[in-house]
């Protein structure tokens, strides 16, 4: 019966360090949990992520990005450019557009603290970006929002559960323009379409084929500073979705068809909590030994 509980105790710890609500600091957000901890690479070398996350189901709309600025203000720092944009396309439940990469990591700590400066993307205190450190924001806040890296991000567009395909939709295919996903200019008037409006994604996402460009964290190795950017947009064609297919811009681009979306990254099952949980059964198993 004590062997019971103990087994009942582990799976009931380990269920609740996967577990997030929908409501972050006032802004309410869904994820799709991307699991298969530690699958390998896909022929690029891209996918290989050796923990469990959840990313953004959608990407990150302006009303969330309103309620962002409402609460913490605008995104500051130095230089200016790469802070002062305003969306071009401002529907409530289109993706959050033309921001840099530097105000979505602002975003991302605000979710993570509810301060735009302190979190997984280390800022001063007037905005200037310094360094991240993704460990001791999950140390100190239990849970960290992030900006996916590319690897995350690849997983989960394109990763199966035993291999990877050409597109987000689960094969190798290309989705229907204007249907399924929007690109190529399928719609008119032009410009990025309402999250969730196409095709639901092999992993439980939308829109990671097109719609805009999506950052994330990567710094290409070409330019040594510009930051990483998947999926295509509705201004781009079926070879800009495909996994084949790598963008980057300058992190303090600000451009219509660029937004992004975020990840949720919790403690692993704590060594410590399976740890104690290990010694306790190893002291149950010994103690039943000498009572034999």
């Given amino acids: 019966m004590k062997r019971q509980s103990i087994l009942v105790l582990a799976s009931v710890l380990v269920f609740a360090a996967s577990v997030s609500g929908d409501m972050v600091q006032g802004i309410n957000m869904d994820f799709v949990t991307i699991g298969n901890a530690g699958n390998a690479a896909d022929s ?31 995104p500051t720092g130095i230089p200016s450019s790469a802070y002062d944009g305003s969306a071009y396309f401002t529907g409530d439940q289109q993706p959050t557009n033309r921001l ?43 849970i960290a929002y992030v900006i996916p890296t590319e690897d995350e991000w690849y997983k989960a567009a394109y990763y199966t559960g035993s291999g990877y395909t050409t597109y987000a939709n689960g094969t190798d295919i290309a989705p229907v323009a204007g249907v399924e996903t929007n690109y190529g200019q399928a719609l008119p008037p032009d410009g990025p379409w309402d999250v969730g409006t196409g095709t639901i994604e092999q992993n439980g996402t939308f829109d990671m084929m097109g719609n805009v460009w999506e950052w994330n964290e990567v710094i290409t190795p070409t330019s040594g500073f510009s930051r990483g950017a998947r999926g295509g947009s509705y201004r781009h064609y079926d070879y800009h979705l495909a996994s084949s297919y790598r963008g980057d811009a300058s992190p303090g681009t600000e451009n219509g068809n660029i937004g992004f979306r975020v990840v949720e990254v919790v403690p692993v099952p704590s060594a410590v909590i399976l740890g104690s949980l290990g010694l306790t059964f190893s002291g149950w198993l010994l103690k039943r030994k000498r009572m034999i």
Avoid: H, M
């Avoid at 990150?60 to 309103?66: F, P």
């Avoid at 735009?116 to 239990?142: C, T």
């Fill in 44 to 74: 690029t070398g891209y996918g290989s992520v050796g923990y469990d996350f959840s990313i953004g189901k959608y990407e990150v709309t302006n009303a969330q990005w309103n309620t962002f600025v409402s609460a913490a203000g605008a």
């Fill in 100 to 142: 840099s990469w530097f105000e979505a990591a602002q975003f991302c700590n605000y979710l993570t603290s509810g301060d735009k400066y302190s979190g997984a993307y280390n800022f001063d205190n007037i905005g200037n970006f310094l360094n991240i450190d993704r460990d001791s924001a999950v140390s100190a806040y239990g």
